[in-house]
């Protein structure tokens, strides 16, 4: 117990002091617009480098990223289902299942899974 007490705060220590050098030596100390600016063939940009960014794209990537891991955590159900008991299984299935669908269906109502709108 005490062994893992000291090699958990050997651990904190020693990333709080990594943490704190990389802090202070990767500040930079002069901001030159320059550096800032975007690079193109050594002249100065024809248009804006910033492209603008559709938000109705990554709220699409960020709920597929949400449900691609709920899908992610259904795969393990297949082999607990040989060590559970069947009635405990399909309620703990199912009821994870309609918690998935009823999220689903919400934003699917709110209209975020539409992409042009």
Same mark, same amino acid.
């Given at each position: 117990?005490?062994?893992?007490? *000291? ?43 910033? &492209? ?7 709220? *699409? ?42 999220? &689903? ?13």
């Amino acid at each position: 117990m005490w062994l893992m007490l *000291i090699i958990s705060s050997i651990t904190f220590t020693l990333c709080f002091i990594v943490m704190t050098l990389a802090a202070i030596l990767s500040k930079k100390t002069i901001y030159d617009r320059e550096k800032s600016s975007p690079f193109e063939c050594g002249f100065d940009p024809s248009s804006s480098a910033r &492209l603008p960014f559709s938000l109705r794209f990554f709220l *699409i990537a960020v709920i597929f990223l949400i449900f691609d891991v709920e899908i992610a955590l259904l795969l393990p159900v297949i082999i607990i289902n040989q060590w559970s008991s069947i009635l405990s299984w399909t309620s703990v299935t199912i009821f994870f299942l309609l918690i998935l669908l009823l999220g &689903l269906f919400h934003e699917w109502n709110q209209g975020a899974l539409e992409w042009a709108t």
